[in-house]
């Protein structure tokens, strides 16, 4: 039976190993902020790797994407960011800490919903019997308050002509922006995604549970075009293609689920979502959202046409670009910029969106807990994990067995070759057991040991890091030997 790890075996082996480290940990860190070590990196683009490969490489119907982090503050305003994607918050009378009031009144943190600061303003809570999580105290905390999310930054150098900008909290608002670019310059035609990978920031109050929700992430989101009518058939196809994803590459079907939400937890732009979630080794709850994938119906082509209309009026009449108010300005969207012309049906509309969004280091955090073992071997503990070969950080490990007798050059001369196709680790310090051990423990699929025998038969054993069973392969064939299990 696995073991299954705990949040703190997950943050231990981290650390040790070299995944993840808090940031500016030689000031005394900063929080909720992380950095990813040599093997965490490997990780992470091996995580994005497949993804991409799923998404965009093998399909017809997607192409690629890679916008700025700072984009015009109209962006926002359209996408309903600027007004509405705010968290209420409260703070604790005694000891000052603030929490979401979501998270006070509902049975698990697991909610991620973000609400408009009117909304904010309407709800009436009563929190006289809510426990503050860090002293617990009850009842005692002020009248709850919007709480802004997204970070604001200054773009130019002088006073007069300097513009409040905001680092993007999704990445999905440049590939609206983007969508008439795309259908100008490639031959798309609808049905079809852009897919795009990159970091996005929220100023989120409670951060929590190592890497699982931080001010800084990267996401990796889909917005699929299709026409309206479609959507919920392709709604349909994308949370069984998300879910399948997942499982492809190890995560344990027990672990994961799907939620839909609530009519009341749908954020301002959804007719439908729904949370994949992972059974995370935290929380009231354990359950929490790995990625969520909803039908944002034809929300932001509308609102970003809106958007541009506003700002050519706006032009004519000048003004405090930060004031401008989006009108309904009279128009026929179905004729505008960010419409869709069909060719088939000779007709235009606005299309519809199913947008599969999910974070990679969350995934790299549920990639981690569920690959994370630890067995008795012979009287000892051996810690590993038992990653899936596309996503392990280093696939082979190349041992000489001892330092005499050519080995070392042997093993050299295999490395070399080896590390054209794969990420490799040479290792001759230690014994042999404890060199399998340290690589069982970064998820390393194969090592190999030149030994005694391979100057005889030129073969090297290959041993297996789940059942650490061992083979012996000759050195001609080890290459299509590992491509062939390591499926790369
Ligand atoms: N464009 C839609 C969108 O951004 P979301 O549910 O707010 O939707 C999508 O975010 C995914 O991004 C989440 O499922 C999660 O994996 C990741 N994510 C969101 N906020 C995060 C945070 N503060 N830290 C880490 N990952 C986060």
Request: charged share 30%.
């Amino acid at each position: 039976m696995a073991k299954i790890a705990g949040l703190d075996d997950i943050v231990s082996l981290c650390k040790r190993r070299g995944f993840i480290f808090q940031s500016s940990e030689i000031y005394g860190g900063l929080a909720s902020c992380y950095d990813y070590g040599p093997l965490g990196v490997e990780l992470k683009n091996n995580i994005k790797k497949a993804w991409w490969k799923a998404v965009v490489q093998m399909r017809d119907d997607m192409v690629g994407l890679d916008c700025s982090i700072l984009m015009h503050p109209l962006i926002w305003k359209a996408s309903g960011h600027t007004d509405k994607f705010a968290d209420l918050v409260t703070e604790c009378k005694k000891c000052n800490t603030r929490t979401r009031v979501d998270h006070l009144t509902e049975h698990a943190e697991q909610h991620t919903k973000h609400i408009s600061i009117d909304e904010a303003a309407a709800k009436k809570q009563d929190l006289s019997d809510k426990v503050c999580p860090n002293c617990g105290k009850v009842g005692q905390f002020t009248e709850p308050m919007p709480f802004k999310l997204m970070f604001e930054t200054q773009m130019g150098a002088n006073v007069d002509d300097s513009m409040t900008l905001y680092l993007r909290p999704e990445t999905a608002q440049g590939i609206f922006a983007n969508f008439r670019n795309v259908l100008d310059t490639t031959r798309v035609k609808i049905p079809f995604g852009i897919a795009q990978i990159g970091k996005s920031f929220r100023n989120e109050v409670t951060t929590k549970a190592f890497i699982f929700r931080t001010r800084e992430f990267e996401q990796a989101e889909i917005e699929f075009f299709c026409k309206p009518g479609t959507d919920e058939e392709w709604y349909e196809h994308w949370k069984d293609a998300r879910f399948n994803w997942y499982t492809d590459l190890g995560l344990k079907k027990d672990n994961l689920r799907f939620r839909a939400h609530d009519p009341d937890e749908l954020a301002h732009y959804a007719k439908a979502c729904l949370d994949i979630e992972y059974r995370f080794p935290f929380g009231s709850g354990d359950w929490q959202e790995l990625e969520g994938i909803a039908n944002r119906t034809d929300y932001d082509l509308r609102q970003h046409q809106r958007g541009m209309r506003t700002l050519n009026n706006w032009f004519e009449k000048k003004g405090d670009l930060s004031k401008i108010d989006l009108k309904d300005e009279a128009q026929d969207y179905e004729s505008g910029p960010l419409s869709y012309f069909d060719d088939q049906a000779k007709k235009r509309y606005i299309p519809y969106v199913i947008e599969p969004s999910a974070g990679i280091d969350r995934s790299a955090l549920a990639f981690l807990v569920d690959a994370y073992d630890e067995e008795q071997v012979r009287g000892e503990k051996r810690n590993l994990l038992r990653f899936h070969p596309a996503l392990a950080p280093v696939k082979v490990g190349v041992f000489p067995l001892v330092k005499k007798d050519g080995m070392p050059e042997i093993a050299r001369n295999i490395y070399n070759h080896l590390k054209k196709y794969f990420t490799c680790f040479y290792d001759h310090a230690g014994a042999i057991g404890r060199r399998y051990r340290r690589q069982d423990e970064a998820g390393t699929p194969f090592c190999l040991t030149i030994d005694g025998q391979t100057n005889q038969d030129n073969t090297v054993t290959v041993r297996d890091r789940d059942s650490m069973e061992q083979v012996r392969v000759s050195t001609d064939k080890l290459l299509n030997h590992l491509r062939e299990k390591l499926e790369v």
